[in-house]
């Protein structure tokens, strides 16, 4: 079968296969997020704690991806098979990476800032939110790009057990000898990681209008 034919008769498949591949990358960029936020706060004011969360996110990120996706069923209580054993385990190593992004773009924000926003009455949560994040969204933007990269690089891991995403073309290639589904699926995940990196700095220029050679709208 020739690399045409394989591809105009698995069309619907590889198109299935994309789908579950972005949203197994991008919910748990999101979910990882969400908890990074308040973590990252915590350590930036909290120096006391800042040594020993950063240390804890070192440690969880270096743990192999497969091995997690093969524990956590246990933990669970989940099937070896259950796409949420992805879910979770890529949003405990976004929060491992981006915990230590945001209490660094915090931290980055210049004391001037955090100074004037205080004697012009902001009280603590409106500083964070009107002053201190927007100010370190370049620093959370840049780090969310890693983030989001790494996703999609890790979520082909879960082809070895079965879970449906991209990788399932590298297993199927790999047991035809057949390069085709391989290509495909490396030539697919660098287009879903470029899409993804490519929003999220949008995203970041969008939220930063006073940055230098960015104009408001």
Do not use: C
Not at 18 to 37: D, E, K, Q, R, Y
């Amino acid at each position: 079968m020739s690399a045409s034919e394989w591809l105009s008769h698995n069309l619907g498949e590889i198109t299935d296969l994309v789908g579950w591949h972005l949203w197994l990358s991008v919910l748990p960029l999101v979910i990882g997020l969400a908890v990074a936020l308040p973590l990252g706060w915590l350590a930036h004011r909290s120096r006391g704690l800042y040594p020993l969360l950063v240390a804890l996110a070192g440690l969880v990120y270096t743990v192999p991806s497969l091995a997690l996706f093969i524990l956590l069923p246990k933990v669970l209580g989940t099937r070896i098979l259950d796409p949420v054993n992805v879910v979770v385990a890529l949003s405990v190593y976004t929060v491992a990476l981006m915990m230590r992004v945001v209490a660094d773009g915090l931290s980055a924000v210049p004391a001037e800032a955090v100074q004037s926003a205080h004697a012009m009455g902001y009280r603590p949560r409106q500083r964070l939110l009107r002053i201190e994040l927007p100010i370190a969204v370049p620093v959370i933007t840049a780090g969310l790009r890693v983030a989001a990269v790494s996703n999609v690089s890790l979520v082909s891991m879960a082809a070895l057990l079965g879970v449906p995403q991209l990788g399932t073309l590298f297993t199927q290639g790999f047991q035809l000898h057949f390069f085709t589904p391989i290509v495909t699926g490396v030539v697919l995940s660098l287009v879903i990681a470029l899409l993804l990196d490519g929003l999220i700095l949008l995203a970041g220029h969008a939220l930063t209008p006073w940055q230098p050679g960015r104009t408001a709208r």
